[in-house]
């Protein structure tokens, strides 16, 4: 009876098996959540970047405003599309 009773215990080629193959499944389950942790930063880090694109596109629209007259014509630089007075930037530059 007790030989039977230690034949329904694992061998050690068993456990070391199924350690091995706990193992491998530890290791998909952290390369799954890096690779999901991967993602939502991209998602944010796309969001970040067109919400700062928007902020500069809105603050040189508001600095535009406020120096409107006080440039001279032909003196710009074109930024993301948008053609920017000098003056405009270099006041930008002292703001940040």
Same mark, same amino acid.
């Given at each position: 009876m007790l030989e039977s /009773? @230690?034949?329904l215990l694992p061998s050690p080629l068993f456990e070391k098996f199924s =350690?091995?193959? #706990?193992?491998e499944v530890r290791q998909e389950w952290?390369? *799954?959540k890096i690779l999901d !942790? +991967?993602?939502?930063?991209?998602i944010v880090n796309d969001w970040m970047e067109r919400r700062i694109s928007q902020t500069v596109?809105? @603050?040189i629209m508001i600095t535009? =405003? =406020?120096t409107a007259?006080? /440039?001279?014509?032909? #003196? *710009?630089q074109s930024i993301s599309g948008f053609s920017v007075p000098l003056c405009? !930037? +270099?006041a930008m530059e002292t703001k940040t």
């Open positions: /009773f @230690n034949n =350690q091995e193959v #706990l193992l952290y390369v *799954s !942790l +991967k993602k939502q930063f991209e596109k809105e @603050n535009m =405003q =406020q007259g006080h /440039f001279e014509p032909g #003196l *710009s405009i !930037l +270099k």
